[in-house]
């Protein structure tokens, strides 16, 4: 990461960012506790240049420090800086809420080429926000269910479980003694969204701020047409309702049930799933961890080809972890249903690429539903180069492990101008269902680095696609198998 670029954030200088930064001080330094989140374009531009203007000054002290150091104490001023520069803007984004917020959450997981001080400080973005008020949790309940906490729940936590881009979650039990979890929509986080979503210029600072030298396009325009789903939570449970019933009973992934009879479009109620975060996850055993990532790789990919839908969403706040490979899928608010000729297109990509190794084909394919132009002249090696690393995995029967590096690669082959790809991807014309498409991808593979993830993907991926229907070619796939049968022969 050019951290050289963090001072400029489009404002032409640092003294501009000065003035605002005197200027907002008290919005940057507010409690964490607070309630307020700025929901109008000028504030929150605002907010971006206190980044800046602090990045600036961290900068030039790091460098007016480090001209008569040693190399050593120059590398010890660099990674300060880093962290300084990283907790700035964990904090201002957390504040922020919304789009912002959720880019910083992406930064976290997708880049695995980010100094690591910066990651672990993004990191905090994925549930560990600062909270917003119990007051203002309150008002929202008693608006929303039609009473306070206390009246609604036998028991409510006041401090939430985890806090994230859209809203908070707190842990409650109902009167029937359920425990369960409650999700609370920030109040004016709507309003927040669409400030930003409509100030394309903040999103392509930022973008350039965490993925410098990568074409922000693509991820810009998914969270201009994807986020605001976020905002419904009555739409979310539907989403959740769906997986539910489709994962009843899986000997590996749960799905926690929506309580109806206190959800709205602002407040979601769900069962309480038992677990630990992804940080404890990737702390245990091998084989602990190639559990988790069969599990992961299965619900990804099964549910794209067998439910025609995914969770869109794939970060590791949104996952909850438990011993022998299980796992609790939570937040379907970027769920994305597919219709079943993209589901079919992507049959077919997969049949040219990796069955059959036909390159010609597969950039028919690509051309005729507008990936690539019919007037581009590459020759097929680059092509077969340039996306074939997407199926790399998948492309032999082999035991491949998922590393970090492979991971920046990845994400570096889809939005690195610079490349020697560069030609293909100025070019390249994502329809919506790929761009969602190489998020699942890329955050997937995110994940599989930091559990170092080994596998022979190939054969799994076999089990899964519908049209091969490979047998089980693990205990896991055993066991779903077994599931299935039973599933098919009680509704039979």
């Known amino acids: 990461m050019n951290l050289k670029r963090l001072p400029l954030l489009g404002l032409g200088s640092i003294a501009v960012g000065g003035a605002l930064f005197l200027a907002f001080r008290k919005l940057a330094h507010r409690s964490p506790n607070s309630s307020m989140i700025p929901t109008q374009r000028v504030r929150r531009s605002a907010q971006l240049a206190i980044v800046g203007a602090r990045g600036g000054g961290n900068y030039v002290s790091m460098k007016a420090r480090g001209v008569l150091a040693t190399e050593e104490r120059r590398e010890e001023l660099r990674s300060e800086f880093e962290l300084q520069t990283a907790e700035q803007v964990t904090q201002v984004l957390g504040n922020m809420r919304g789009a912002m917020m959720k880019l910083g959450q992406m930064a976290s997981y997708l880049d695995q080429g980010l100094p690591e001080p910066v990651r672990q400080s993004l990191a905090q973005l994925q549930s560990n926000a600062p909270p917003m008020a119990y007051a203002l949790v309150k008002q929202v309940i008693i608006e929303e269910l039609g009473g306070a906490p206390e009246v ?110 206190l959800s709205t479009q602002r407040v979601l109620t769900t069962e309480f799933a038992e677990g630990v975060p992804f940080s404890e996850a990737i702390a245990w055993s091998d084989e602990e961890r190639q559990l988790t990532a069969e599990c992961l790789y299965r619900f990804a990919f099964g549910s794209i080809y067998q439910l025609h839908a995914f969770n869109g969403d794939p970060h590791p706040g949104n996952y909850v972890f438990r011993p022998g490979g299980q796992i609790t899928f939570l937040d379907f608010g970027l769920c994305k249903r597919f219709s079943a000729a993209e589901v079919q297109t992507f049959e077919e990509m997969i049949q040219a690429m990796v069955l059959e190794k036909d390159i010609g084909k597969f950039r028919e394919i690509i051309q005729g539903i507008g990936i690539l132009p019919l007037d581009l002249e590459v020759a097929d090696p680059e092509l077969q180069e340039y996306f074939g690393h997407f199926y790399e995995f998948v492309l032999d029967e082999q035991v491949m492990e998922i590393t970090p590096e492979y991971s920046s690669q990845s994400v570096r082959q889809f939005f690195d101008l610079s490349g020697p790809h560069a030609e293909i991807m100025k070019a390249a014309n994502l329809p919506p269902s790929m761009v969602i498409i190489q998020r699942i991808n890329l955050g997937l593979f995110a994940l599989f680095g930091d559990l170092q993830a080994r596998g022979n993907w190939r054969q799994i991926a076999e089990e899964l696609w519908p049209f091969v229907q490979a047998p089980p070619s693990t205990p896991m796939g055993e066991k779903i198998a077994d599931w299935q049968n039973a599933t098919a022969t009680q509704q039979a």
Not at 213 to 224: N, R, S, T, Y
Not at 254 to 259: G, K, L, R
């Open 152 to 261: 609604m729940f036998a028991e409510f936590a006041q401090l939430p479980l985890a806090a994230a881009s859209i809203g908070q979650v707190h842990l409650a039990t109902t009167h029937a003694g359920q425990k369960v979890a409650v999700k609370v929509q920030y109040p004016g986080v709507d309003r927040a969204i669409a400030a930003d979503l409509d100030n394309t210029d903040l999103l392509f600072q930022m973008m350039n701020l965490l993925f410098p030298g990568m074409d922000p396009g693509p991820i810009v325009a998914e969270l201009k047409e994807r986020i605001a789903e976020e905002l419904d939570y009555a739409l979310e449970a539907e989403h959740q309702r769906m997986f539910a019933l489709a994962y009843a009973g899986h000997p590996y992934i749960h799905i926690p049930q929506v309580i109806d009879s």
